[in-house]
């Protein structure tokens, strides 16, 4: 049997030095692994654990690494901090240079001044006060002025929405116990001013906040999934304003609602007996792709299995989605039982699908189901397109 050696990577830090000043990224979309590479060769000689600091969440730094946000313990005000550089607690680090054993008190007095001394408190912005912020939310501008944060608050139970309020379109899902209705709203945040710029309110809603999987912000695209009204917002931030482009679902163009409500002023949307726009261009893609494949073919298998699983294609909902760029959306959709987290597994054998969708031409690209052997080529070539890793901002280094 015959082996094959394993290339081995250069280690020194001087030749990798020199060949990343010859050749940069050798391959596309490996920008972050080759600056990562470096950190093998930076190693710490000392670390100091469970350092004392404000009583507050911290969470993230900037993009521009000038900065660093914090949630209030209360989860009701965001804390900004200015980073003082590397070298802040030099003098702190001073007596521990020589010294083989570190005495315990010297320990104590690094732990108890060293937060102070890397971080100053810049701001400290009151956002919210009968709403509770999501730790995990907080989208970044690529400049690092803006960051734009999450809030929810849970309906009583003694307060009941009206039903009109809870489906606004035939598209609606039924909200479960593990999936119940809230009241969310998004605060865009001046990080330099110190200021609370703008907010927008989504009421009687379901939003996933937690690691931004209900948001995502391209450039100064950001879109937002409403889950429980099938809904996607688009939103554009401009001079420290929401300023609303679109909502894609029930429609697909800015002007359709107003010709709709020419034809059917009082109709309620949740009587329609007609597809949504957006579910309807996904059928229509989905029914000419399997038409396509019967016509070239021959044999009219996939038209029968597009009618077969019409009902089912039908009952899918948005799940999830990401901006690929200013003007593509990549949507994934599942069961409603998989959307309203009633079912436990949701890597089930249940079918997902995938869905490019462009924006401009409001027209359905492709469509991926979850086991493609396609889906996942094109995840592992452009690994960092779907993970959108890189800052867009060219005057931002990394």
């Known amino acids: 049997m015959e082996y094959f050696k394993r290339k081995k990577h250069l280690e020194n830090i001087v030749f990798r030095l020199i060949d990343r000043e010859r ?8 920008q972050l692994y080759t600056i990562r590479r470096f950190y093998q060769n930076v190693f710490p000689n000392f670390t100091v654990i469970n350092v004392e600091k404000p009583p507050c969440f911290i969470r993230k730094f900037t993009p521009d690494g000038k900065y660093a946000i914090a949630f209030s313990a209360d989860q009701s005000s965001l804390e900004v901090y200015s980073y003082q550089g590397p070298a802040a607690a030099a003098d702190l680090l001073q007596k521990i240079a020589n010294s083989d054993k570190l005495e315990e008190t010297i320990y104590e007095e690094i732990k108890r001044n060293i937060f102070a001394r890397f971080f100053k408190l ?17 989208l970044f501008t690529d400049d690092g002025r803006y960051v734009i944060v999450g809030s929810a608050s849970y309906i009583p139970e003694e307060i009941r929405p009206h039903f009109y309020e809870i489906y606004t379109n035939n598209e609606a899902v039924t909200p479960t116990l593990r999936s119940p209705l809230e009241e969310y709203t998004l605060h865009l945040v001046d990080l330099h001013m110190g200021k609370l710029c703008d907010v927008r309110k989504f009421k009687v809603d379901k939003i996933f906040l937690s690691h931004n999987q209900g948001l995502y912000l391209y450039k100064d695209t950001l879109a937002v999934l409403s889950v429980q009204h099938q809904l996607i917002h688009i939103f554009q931030i401009l001079d420290g304003m929401f300023v609303d482009v679109r909502k894609i679902g029930r429609f697909c163009y800015e002007d359709d609602l107003y010709l709709y409500n020419l034809v059917y002023p009082s109709e309620r ?9 957006l579910k309807h261009r996904l059928l229509t893609f989905l029914y000419r792709r399997a038409s396509n494949k019967s016509s070239q073919t021959g044999d009219p298998t996939e038209l029968r299995k597009f009618y077969h699983y019409f009902d089912n294609f039908c009952s899918l909902k948005m799940w999830k989605m990401q901006l690929l760029d200013d003007n593509h959306l990549l949507i994934k959709y599942a069961s409603e039982e998989v959307v309203t987290l009633k079912q436990t597994d949701p890597n089930s054998s249940e079918p997902q699908f995938f869905v490019v969708y462009n924006m401009l031409e409001s027209r359905v690209i492709a469509v991926y189901e979850n086991s493609s052997s396609e889906l996942v080529e094109l995840l592992e070539n452009f690994n960092d397109y779907f993970r959108n890793a890189c800052l867009h901002n060219s005057n931002i280094q990394s």
């Open 23 to 30: 050749y940069g990224c050798k391959k596309p979309a490996t």
């Open 122 to 138: 810049k701001h400290s912005i009151n956002i919210t006060t009968n709403e509770q912020l999501n730790r995990e939310c907080s």
């Open 269 to 277: 949307a949740f009587k329609d007996v007609c597809i949504n726009s």
